[in-house]
């Protein structure tokens, strides 16, 4: 009489095979959406944006007016739009502020680049990774007068600095253009991280 077959070794390599399965699941759940980790490796932290109205105060040489700011207010978005005018005095200034928080799928700085992304002329300025002047103006011609932009890449955040008859009327691209580098390189260091 031969010994009755048991199921011993299917049984052992099914539990072989489903460990091995789900171990793979979670090697590759690791491998696509990462470790928190991975996010706080930005450059600029979304709940440390500084508030428009402080950054304003370090930043010389802007009309008179007080600062209104808009929330950017779509996430992943951190940031504010700031302008500075007066309607006394025909010029103005606007800083806009936009720091992009990543994700266990994709950095911050990955938005950064798709919101910088366009055309414009390049600039020299110094400031960033990649800077340069919009190909558009800021609102499309519906202020008259000279009006020019600013853009700045910087790891995860885009500036933007533009500026309306800079100068006053009958104001040059060139005047624009003085203007919104003054303003630049104050504005860029005083929304650094500490």
Request: glycine share 12%.
């Given at each position: 009489m031969r010994p009755a077959k048991t199921s011993t070794g299917l049984i052992i390599t099914l539990v072989v095979a489903s460990v091995l399965v789900f171990a793979g699941l979670g090697?590759?759940?690791?491998?696509?959406?990462?470790?928190?980790?991975?996010?706080a490796t930005e450059k600029y932290a979304?709940?440390?944006?500084?508030?428009?109205?402080?950054?304003?105060?370090?930043?010389?040489?802007?009309?008179?007016?007080?600062?209104?700011?808009?929330?950017?207010?779509?996430?992943?978005?951190?940031?504010?739009?700031?302008?500075i005018t007066?309607?006394?005095?025909?010029?103005?200034?606007?800083?806009?502020?936009?720091?992009?928080?990543?994700?266990?799928?994709?950095p911050g700085a990955d938005g950064a680049r798709e919101e910088f992304s366009g055309d414009g002329e390049p600039s020299s300025i110094g400031l960033g990774e990649e800077a340069?002047?919009?190909?558009?103006?800021?609102?499309?011609?519906?202020?008259?007068?000279?009006?020019?932009?600013?853009r700045i890449r910087d790891g995860n955040a885009v500036l933007g600095i533009g500026a309306f008859d800079?100068?006053?009327?009958?104001?040059?691209?060139?005047?624009?253009?003085?203007t919104v580098e003054a303003a630049a390189k104050p504005f860029f260091a005083a929304v650094q991280p500490a």
């Open positions: 090697v590759g759940a690791f491998l696509l959406f990462g470790t928190k980790d991975e996010i979304a709940d440390k944006v500084p508030a428009c109205a402080s950054v304003v105060q370090r930043v010389p040489g802007l009309p008179p007016g007080k600062p209104r700011e808009l929330p950017a207010g779509v996430t992943p978005k951190y940031g504010w739009s700031c302008s007066d309607l006394e005095d025909p010029r103005a200034v606007y800083l806009d502020f936009t720091v992009f928080a990543g994700t266990s799928r994709a340069r002047w919009s190909a558009e103006l800021p609102i499309g011609g519906v202020r008259p007068g000279v009006q020019c932009e600013l800079a100068m006053g009327a009958g104001s040059s691209m060139e005047d624009c253009r003085a």
